[in-house]
């Protein structure tokens, strides 16, 4: 899988577009994080990728075909984790793929796999009010993951969990991507996050939304003391001030 | 460190009021003993004021003279006779308001061409009281049954349009926007989303719109009807049998609390995920 975008701008007002002219080659199998201040269109570049949005301009590819509308070829998680109240945990997950061409007992056995691989096999039964906040949002991604989709897309999912569940979602989320091997293209605001998980981080300018900066971060170790190490805090550093001269342009752009 | 003196304050002399909040709760004992006295002062106010004399009887009749001309229309079968009639027609007449307005207002609350198009023209409809049709349904459709059920459809069709597309309206863009990604279209999203979504919506507004054809089946029955409990009460009133009609009344009371009761449950039923 290889995702394309091809100078590609999006205004949701004629003139004031919110991202202009990106241009973006993500190849397969890359965990890729977006940070930027706000007004940098990171959530609209994910809407696009997921076909919610259409783009004015350019275009997005996936293995060669344009986007042209949502598709389970990309599995979609956001900050509020969005479940169907009513249906179990099971079911949730079960929900993309209960259209022909999954068996009953292929749809069992799939979602019995999903659960297992997001640690919530007892909870199999509840409904999800009954439910953390950090294992709905584990639900809402093993229910994006059901129809093994070549690109997981993941906007701030992590945004409204306390700091240790935080913690344990990123490391839920890369054991994720080694086992399943899906590009995954994630939005947070958060840049340790970014610098902790992104093998590639992308910095957008805001007013229009630009790539910025296109780095790459090589893996620093495993786990979470890693975000200790002082060359963590360098990248770290390096990236919170290209984002914080993005959010100072933007209050001006706006004061002006 | 750094310490930084505020600015002084003036101190109140008198201790701080305490401020009460505007909801309070009350035990499980006390609510029942409210909810006993609720039914039970009303109803000792009626005998005692019956009781005293104060008031003829012909105007107000004792609980007992009541339970009596009720026993009296149990024992001649008049009482379940009118009762079914009543019923009869607030099945067919709600049962047709509820098939027309529930996918109406489905369309309306999801396709965007169906709002604009239907909301002006109901919104309109609604405010004309169902009641002032009914000499104009009584010409068009004569007295028997259909201008009965008519004014029934009438009275419960607009609002419950209207009631069933602001919960349609009500479904989370995001859940939508997820069942798109999981690869449901259009007809798979209403059928396993918005409906299940909104079945506990459309349920609170049959409720509330069944009391509203449980009214009008009665005043339908007080004008040209040959059965009826409406129809009952008219000719009651005709003798001057007020015993008759309190417990008309009452059972009217009793029958719609008990509907009100039935579709409470089924809505707790089905919308045990909500609350």
Redesign the interface.
């Known amino acids: 899988m290889s995702l394309r975008f091809e100078s590609v701008s999006m205004a949701y007002t004629p003139g004031t577009p919110v991202l202009e002219d990106i241009d973006l080659d993500i190849a397969p199998g890359e965990f890729v994080t977006i940070v930027g201040a706000s007004g940098s269109g990171k959530s609209t570049l994910l809407s696009l990728v997921?076909?919610?949005t259409k783009p004015t301009k350019g275009r997005i590819a996936l293995d060669g075909r344009t986007v042209g509308?949502?598709?389970?070829d990309?599995?979609?998680a956001?900050q509020?984790p969005?479940l169907?109240?009513?249906r179990t945990v099971a079911q949730n997950v079960a929900?993309?793929l209960?259209?022909r061409g999954f068996s009953r007992q292929a749809r069992k056995e799939r979602v019995a796999w999903l659960l297992d691989e997001v640690g919530l096999t007892e909870h199999a039964g509840k409904?999800p009010?009954s439910l953390s906040g950090g294992q709905q949002q584990r639900v809402?991604i093993a229910?994006?993951l059901?129809?093994s989709p070549k690109v997981l897309l993941l906007d701030e999912p992590f945004g409204a969990l306390d700091v240790q569940t935080k913690e344990d979602m990123q490391l839920f989320i890369r054991q994720v991507w080694r086992d399943l091997g899906t590009t995954v293209v994630m939005v947070t605001h958060d840049v340790e996050e970014a610098v902790f998980l992104g093998r590639r981080v992308l910095v957008l300018a805001s007013d229009p939304g630009r790539v910025a900066r296109d780095l790459r971060v090589e893996p620093l170790g495993e786990g979470l003391e890693v975000k200790r190490s002082a060359e963590f805090l360098a990248v770290r550093a390096q990236v919170e001030d290209l984002v914080r001269r993005e959010h100072r342009a933007h209050l001006a752009a706006a004061h002006a | 460190m750094v310490s930084v003196e505020s600015p002084p304050v003036e101190r109140a002399t008198a201790p701080a009021p305490r401020v009460k909040l505007l909801k309070t709760k009350v035990s499980r004992r006390t609510a029942w003993i409210l909810r006993v006295a609720s039914v039970a002062v009303p109803f000792a106010l009626w005998w005692a004021v019956s009781g005293s004399g104060v008031v003829p009887d012909r105007f107000l009749p004792a609980p007992p003279q009541v339970w009596a001309a009720f026993t009296d229309m149990v024992a001649s079968g008049d009482l379940q006779n009118d009762l079914l009639a009543s019923l009869g027609r607030i099945g067919a007449g709600f049962g047709l308001a509820v098939l027309v307005s529930v996918p109406l207002g489905f369309l309306m609350g999801t396709v965007g061409w169906a709002q604009p198009l239907f909301e002006p023209i109901i919104g309109i409809l609604r405010y004309l009281p169902a009641s002032a049709f009914i000499p104009l349904l009584i010409i068009w459709l004569g007295i028997g049954e259909t201008s009965k059920i008519a004014l029934l459809v009438l009275g419960v069709v607009f609002f419950n349009t209207l009631m069933t597309a602001d919960v349609v309206r009500q479904v989370p863009r995001r859940l939508l926007d997820v069942s798109a990604t999981l690869g449901a279209g259009r007809a798979r999203v209403a059928a396993r989303v918005v409906f299940p979504h909104s079945l506990p919506g459309i349920l609170d507004a049959l409720r509330v719109n069944a009391a509203v054809a449980y009214n009008l089946v009665v005043v339908a029955e007080l004008i040209a009807a040959t059965s009826g409990l409406g129809y009952r009460i008219t000719r009651a009133q005709r003798f001057l049998q007020t015993d008759k009609i309190f417990a008309i009344l009452i059972v009217i009371g009793l029958i719609g609390l008990t509907i009100d009761v039935t579709l409470r449950l089924v809505r707790a039923r089905v919308g045990r995920w909500s609350v």
């Open positions: 997921a076909g919610l509308g949502p598709g389970p990309r599995g979609m956001f509020s969005s169907y109240p009513w929900f993309g209960e259209t409904l009010g809402s229910r994006a059901a129809r």
